[in-house]
């Protein structure tokens, strides 16, 4: 089992800036795909950006491409989403997820919530 926490969300204004954080326990993730997804009010959750087990493949969705950044550092099992550029539709709720490859993603954190305002 593995267990995530996201941490790092909050309120910030149009064309700012936030860095989320996903902290893996329980077992290593260094073998796992990792991704970011998010879910607005009244839509289905949506996918963000993934990438993988050695962090040399990334994917974004084409609505945060060129603004977000996924990273990963094994050594602290921990997953990162640099966000820039911040929109109002952005805002949502934001979860992090891990599995053995995409889209295979069996564990799920708690998420965390991001309002942009405008």
């Known amino acids: 089992q593995v267990q995530l926490v996201e941490s790092g969300g909050g309120l910030v204004q149009a064309g700012g800036s936030l860095s989320l954080s996903c902290a893996a326990s329980?077992?290593?993730?260094?073998?796992?795909?990792m991704g970011w997804f998010r879910q607005a009010p009244g839509k289905e959750r949506e996918f963000v950006a993934r990438?993988?087990?050695?962090?040399?493949?990334?994917f974004y969705a084409d609505s945060v491409k060129g603004r977000f950044t996924i990273s990963r550092d094994n050594a602290k099992n921990t997953v990162y989403l640099q966000m820039n550029s911040l929109k109002p539709e952005d805002t949502a709720v934001y979860y992090c997820?891990?599995?053995?490859?995409?889209?295979?993603?069996?564990?799920w954190g708690q998420g965390t919530q991001v309002t942009v305002s405008s």
């Open positions: 997820a891990a599995g053995p490859h995409w889209p295979q993603y069996e564990f």
């Open positions: 329980g077992r290593s993730i260094n073998t796992y795909s």
């Open positions: 990438i993988s087990w050695s962090g040399g493949t990334k």
